[in-house]
């Protein structure tokens, strides 16, 4: 029997964009969850410092998933003062949901495969499942704990939930060539960007002309 289950997928989110939203959605749809929690990371401790405020990041997902069941933004991260450390997200969402539901982690494919560089890693499991989101054919070469690490915890998708934490299932998303990175250098380069992210939030970047002097 499957238990209720809570989806959070993390990121800067410099700037959201449809492949954040899809992937989202189809791990919504996929696993059955009742709603996926868009987190957006104050300072990454693997990634350099996004170059837009959190507050600017933020707003666009408010606005990206405005109207759309099964999507919220939580913030916690923005709140807490230093790094963004993806284990204490989840101890305190585990405190917070009780031992009953299933938290299910969302991660990319290249995040998985330098998951072992992550603060406490070996952690992450005792506070929830992990769903990674990988692009076919799905092949990952993985550094040899990782792929120890895989073989011990991985389960088919459809047994995901059938408990709260402690399990990685891979999932295969249909392709959807976009990044935040190409994104931005194309905002910059004056690029129409139009139907790589949601309307709300072109026109939001556009009114606060964010990303036009990065290069």
């Known amino acids: 029997m499957n238990h209720p289950a809570v989806g959070v997928l993390g990121g800067t989110f410099n700037p959201v964009h449809v492949g954040h939203l899809r992937g989202a959605l189809d791990c919504r749809d996929m696993l059955g969850l009742s709603t996926v929690r868009l987190m957006p990371a104050s300072l990454p401790p693997l990634k350099a410092t996004p170059g837009v405020s959190a507050t600017h990041r933020a707003k666009m997902l408010d606005l990206a998933v405005e109207g759309t069941e099964g999507l919220s933004v939580d913030r916690r991260e923005l709140d807490r003062e230093g790094l963004s450390y993806t284990v204490d997200t989840l101890r305190e969402l585990r405190r917070e949901l009780g031992v009953d539901v299933a938290i299910v982690f969302i991660m990319g494919a290249d995040s998985l495969q330098r998951l072992n560089r992550w603060h406490d890693w070996l952690a992450l499991l005792g506070f929830a499942n992990i769903a990674v989101l990988s692009r ?80």
């Open 136 to 215: 076919p054919p799905g092949d990952l070469q993985l550094p040899g704990e990782l792929q120890s690490w895989l073989a011990e915890h991985e389960v088919p998708p459809s047994q995901l939930l059938r408990q709260t934490q402690g399990a990685v299932s891979r999932l295969v998303q249909p392709g959807l060539d976009v990044s935040s990175s190409a994104l931005r250098l194309g905002i910059a380069g004056g690029r129409n960007v139009s139907y790589l992210l949601p309307e709300g939030v072109l026109e939001y970047i556009n009114e606060q002309g964010l990303y036009r002097s990065m290069k």
